[in-house]
């Protein structure tokens, strides 16, 4: 069995269902001195050596995401780490294909691996099956664009890397991006209907929001959806440079009806009345728990303004009261919150964040921690998460 490295840390989260034990997983290097393929070679040392641990193993992970600070630079020699340490524990064929995406870490190094498993309690009704995309183009992020199907007894849940999409000017690129989605959902037998979370990420946002937003719109009400996806649209450097879009997806498909519903809270007023074609939240009852997908959560107010400008104390605390407001209408606490991604505009903002979250206990799950200005210029932070409840507090 491989071992960390010395200088890696690993933070855990299990969650155990009836159908399945659930891992939510996040690795980093604690040596920033390190190149950022040594420090690959920690983060996925250490996941190795945490999934043996758990007595599971590559097989069972079914989202794998990379934060670079330089994508461009560091994203081969990565990669090229990460083959090296799965050639040694023999897991090449058995892992997914990664995510990438330049949002530097905050923690000071310069990547950190964030990943999730699903581990079965019957291997007979478990299936994991690696489906690739149609590319937009010949580029090499583009050949990367596939997607995880996992099934779960009668359940069927897909895992997307980034997708891309390909056009003049940045509204027919992210008109583009949704139909190579749904492309790929197809070919998995399924369709954006199924899709319960959407990552999109953009290379300017401040110079193309309006233009996702106007696409977004255009793309759901062509397909006539009527719950919309919980969402987080951030800036994040696609790879290579002939995309400045990309998108990843969360899709689940059951033999039987699953509830899905939407969160909301009268702390903040609906994301889609100002253009932003999302839901706050989606709660979704499988087979094995109740989820809670809260969407990229900002310091905005019951009327959909930005407040607390240019204070990211005031907003930071805006921020988890309206997350924790979101999670009280289903039941939970922060204590339930088993991942998260935390973005901050100004990357010096980072220790006075950090102190707050650990302050309010929006901390002890694998929560990253990155930069990157977010969909209004004056906002400096933003926070999205995934709370996991049992299924005896599906009716709470």
């Known amino acids: 069995m491989t071992e960390p490295l010395r200088g890696s840390s690993v933070r855990l989260r299990r969650f155990a269902g009836p159908e399945a034990d659930e891992l939510t997983i996040l690795c980093r290097s604690e040596e920033p001195s390190k190149t950022p393929a040594e420090e690959a070679e920690a983060a996925y040392r250490s996941l190795a050596a945490r999934l043996a641990g758990e007595q599971t193993s590559f097989q069972d992970l079914v989202t794998e995401t990379i934060f670079l600070g330089n994508i461009r630079r560091d994203l081969p020699s990565v990669l090229d780490a990460r083959a090296q340490v799965l050639a040694e524990v023999h897991a090449g064929a058995g892992a997914p294909v990664p995510a990438f995406i330049q949002q530097a870490p905050l923690a000071g190094g310069a990547i950190e691996l964030a990943a999730t498993a699903v581990i079965p309690r019957r291997r007979d009704a478990w299936e994991v099956r690696d489906v690739a995309a149609a590319p937009s183009c010949p580029c090499s992020g583009c050949a990367r ?67 996702l937003n106007r696409a977004r719109r255009e793309f759901f009400q062509r397909r006539g959806l009527g719950v919309r996806p919980a969402s987080t649209g951030v800036q994040g450097v696609p790879f290579p440079d002939a995309h400045d879009f990309s998108i990843r997806l969360h899709a689940v498909r059951s033999a039987r009806p699953l509830a899905v519903g939407t969160m909301s809270t009268p702390t903040l007023n609906e994301a889609w009345s100002y253009g932003a074609d999302f839901s706050r939240g989606l709660r979704v009852v499988d087979a094995n728990k109740v989820v809670l997908h809260l969407s990229g959560t900002a310091s905005i107010d019951e009327a959909g303004r930005s407040v607390h400008i240019g204070d990211v104390a005031a907003q930071g605390e805006r921020m988890l009261h309206n997350i924790a407001t979101l999670l009280a209408g289903q039941g939970a606490t922060f204590a339930d919150l088993v991942s998260g991604v935390v973005y901050l505009k100004r990357a010096e903002d980072a220790p006075q964040l950090r102190a707050l979250c650990r302050q309010r206990g929006f901390d002890g799950f694998p929560c990253a921690l990155v930069e990157a200005p977010l969909c209004r210029p004056e906002l400096l932070c933003e926070a999205e998460a995934i709370a996991l409840l049992p299924l005896d507090r599906a009716g709470a």
């Not at 954006?192 to 401040?206: A, G, K, Q």
Request: hydrophobic share 45%; proline share 0%; with cysteine.
């Open 145 to 211: 664009s596939a997607a995880r199907l996992v099934r779960l007894g009668d359940q069927t849940s897909l895992h997307t890397t980034n997708v891309h999409g390909a056009g003049g000017d940045a509204f027919a690129q992210a008109l583009d991006m949704f139909g190579a989605a749904e492309r790929l959902l197809v070919r998995c037998g399924m369709g954006f209907r199924d899709v319960v979370r959407t990552w999109i990420y953009l290379r300017d946002i401040d110079r193309d929001y309006d233009a």
